[in-house]
């Protein structure tokens, strides 16, 4: 079997939450262990790994970057080589990125490029954020890249398709979480009590007026509330309330707007149903913004080789936005042909032809063309 294949299969049975990745750092690092030593070095961040192999001239130094986390769900694919830790899964195509990288490390290894590449095995994309502490760290500056790469399966292409933009490609991320206090009490008198069901009901209402009312209409922003909880048992009023959510805004501008708002509907359910609110926002991820020339010229090169689509910005986020505010580079779309699926579902399966397709694209790439 191909070898990065092997790896993906490997890699699919251990998926772990972030920062949480201590044996896919230790697969990786059994990898570049086995690789001929005499061009690669390495360091851990975290749970994450920087990686370069010298290039023969070593003019430049190329980057890619793999995000390695796993999801909360229970996988439902019935694969063989499907998770073995229970009530987590690779389901939204990290490990098909972390075996890219190892793939395309071991041939750069044992094939050397002109420049120098840098590979960065990054934890926590999903939450709270890996690429941020990663390219904030001292050791970011021994791995600095002058150009970056990274990329992100896609279900709905198919295999051979790679799309991306120039610009926006992913929009600007923060989540929110909510705790709303009130009195419980019994359900039969209410007026006893301060009801955090009906205050958690009417807040969600509000917030989806920010984005219909408070947003430039030009402009694409999306609020979601993704978790609801509250109470014990139908005849008792809530004390306590939950709500986490997720803020999207494909203009940076309009993601301060949207906490502005979130922060002041808050305190209005605060007045006008006598509860008290806890806000917390979380990590901001900033949108993936592609470097047009970048873009330019990778794009022309799978046009040579592969179908490439200019597709539209999605609202996806990606802490990769933080690494491209730093390092011109881009992010684009690997099609591995999975339509019936998304990405975040129990049965995403990709297509594991899409591995070696990519290696070798950007093997030639990374040897002709960058
Ligand atoms: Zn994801
Ligand atoms: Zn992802």
Redesign the pocket.
């Known amino acids: 079997m191909e070898y990065a294949i092997e790896m993906r299969r490997e890699l699919h049975k251990i998926p772990e939450p972030g920062f949480k990745e201590f044996k896919t750092q230790a697969f990786i690092l059994d990898q570049i262990r086995s690789y001929p030593e005499n061009r690669v070095s390495y360091d851990t961040f975290e749970t994450g790994v920087f990686v370069r192999v010298k290039g023969l001239t070593g003019n430049r130094t190329i980057g890619y970057r793999a ?1 390695i986390d796993g999801l909360p769900i229970e996988e439902a694919t019935g694969l063989p080589f499907c998770s073995e830790h229970p009530g987590f899964m690779h389901a ?3 490990d098909v990125h972390t075996s890219i990288a190892l793939g395309l490390l071991r041939r750069i290894v044992e094939l050397p490029v002109m420049d120098d590449v840098v590979f960065l095995f990054q934890p926590a ?2 939450g709270p954020g890996g690429a941020e502490p990663m390219i904030k760290s001292p050791l970011f500056e021994k791995y600095r890249p002058s150009e970056m790469y990274g990329l ?1 399966v896609a279900p709905e292409y198919p295999v051979g398709t790679i799309a991306s933009r120039p610009g926006v490609l992913f929009a600007s991320a923060r989540e929110v979480h909510i705790t709303i206090y009130g009195q419980s009490g019994h359900a039969a008198f209410p007026h006893l009590t301060i009801d955090t069901v009906v205050a958690q009901a009417a807040l969600i209402m509000q917030l989806q007026t920010i984005v219909s009312r408070s947003i430039n209409p030009m402009n694409c922003s999306v609020i979601t509330i993704g978790k609801v909880e509250a109470g014990i048992r139908e005849n008792v009023i809530a004390g306590r309330a939950l709500l986490d959510g997720t803020m999207r805004a494909l203009n940076g501008n309009d993601m301060e707007k949207l906490e502005q708002r979130v922060r002041e509907i808050v305190r209005g359910i605060e007045a006008s149903f006598g509860v008290k609110i806890d806000l917390q926002f979380g990590n901001r991820y900033y949108e993936v913004v592609n470097d047009p020339n970048v873009v330019n010229k990778f794009s022309s090169f799978v046009k040579m080789n592969a179908n490439y689509v200019e597709c539209d910005a999605a609202m996806t986020g990606e802490d990769f936005g933080f690494m491209l505010k730093e390092i011109p580079g881009m992010m684009f779309w690997l099609g591995v042909n999975n339509a019936t699926s998304g ?1 975040h579902q129990p049965t995403l399966n990709p297509d594991e032809e899409a591995i070696p397709f990519i290696i070798h694209l950007l093997d030639h790439y990374f040897r002709e063309y960058v």
């Open positions: 995000d939204c195509g990290h994309e999903e992100h990405l």
